[in-house]
């Protein structure tokens, strides 16, 4: 079962707008993380955030996590025609936190 | 850095037949991962190994799904026999699992493209 749900499933926008993905899982995690994944490129991590930490940022994205609401969203700002792709929060657990349970994306298209 | 490879990247195999996937993952990376990935779906991971030995496999299908991971490098995941339901892409991950850091970054291959006839 997948443990992470995001929100919307979809996600169409004008370039230059922002985007806003939301992840929700149920169980205790000590990170989570974002990939991205396109045709062209396959899956890429975009983006880590630990348990204890509550937002991050990598250039035009921002993280934010509230372990309490057990949820996390993902901003693209000023959006491109190139961040076309499907977006997965991933909880990790295990000793290490390697142990991924991937959602089941939102697709986002941005067009020109 | 030459990143994760895998091969081969499509298959096309009728129900009941065997297949069989390798997966060479980043120079010294210790940790690998197997992923199934249906059509529509984020990937599952299947079978986790740290060097040459199985951290976690309980989503692994062990009536017919088989990996390993000779010498702590390359890794090869096996259906036997395959069913329909097995159609997807196996997506094989790496990471460097330093010690003392909880959760790290995977660097994940092309994956290869299942078709089960």
């Known amino acids: 079962s997948q443990q992470g749900e995001e929100d919307p499933q979809a996600l169409s926008i004008q370039e230059g707008e922002n985007a806003t993905m939301n992840c929700s899982y149920k169980?205790?995690?000590?990170?989570l993380q974002w990939y991205r994944q396109n045709s062209g490129r396959g899956l890429v991590h975009l983006i880590l955030i630990r348990s204890n930490e509550r937002e991050k940022h990598s250039g035009r994205l921002r993280v934010t996590l509230d372990t309490s609401k057990k949820s996390s969203s993902l901003l693209i700002t000023a959006s491109r025609a190139a961040d076309t792709a499907s977006y997965f929060c991933a909880t990790g657990r295990g000793n290490a936190g390697n142990m991924l349970t991937f959602g089941g994306g939102t697709r986002l298209m941005v067009k020109p | 850095e030459a990143g994760v490879a895998q091969s081969p990247r499509y298959k096309i195999i009728e129900k009941r037949q065997s297949v069989a996937f390798w997966c060479n993952p980043i120079?010294?990376?210790?940790?690998l991962y197997w992923y199934q990935q249906i059509l529509g779906q984020g990937p599952k991971l299947l079978i986790q190994f740290q060097n040459n030995g199985v951290v976690d496999d309980s989503q692994l299908p062990k009536d017919r799904f088989s990996a390993e991971r000779l010498k702590g490098v390359d890794s090869t995941l096996k259906i036997q026999p395959a069913k329909l339901e097995d159609s997807a892409v196996y997506l094989c991950?790496?990471?460097?699992?330093?010690?003392?850091?909880?959760?790290?970054?995977?660097?994940f291959g092309p994956g290869t493209r299942l078709t089960v006839l």
């Open positions: 991950a790496s990471s460097s699992g330093v010690r003392g850091k909880v959760g790290h970054e995977q660097f």
């Open positions: 169980t205790s995690i000590n990170n």
């Open positions: 120079s010294g990376h210790a940790t």
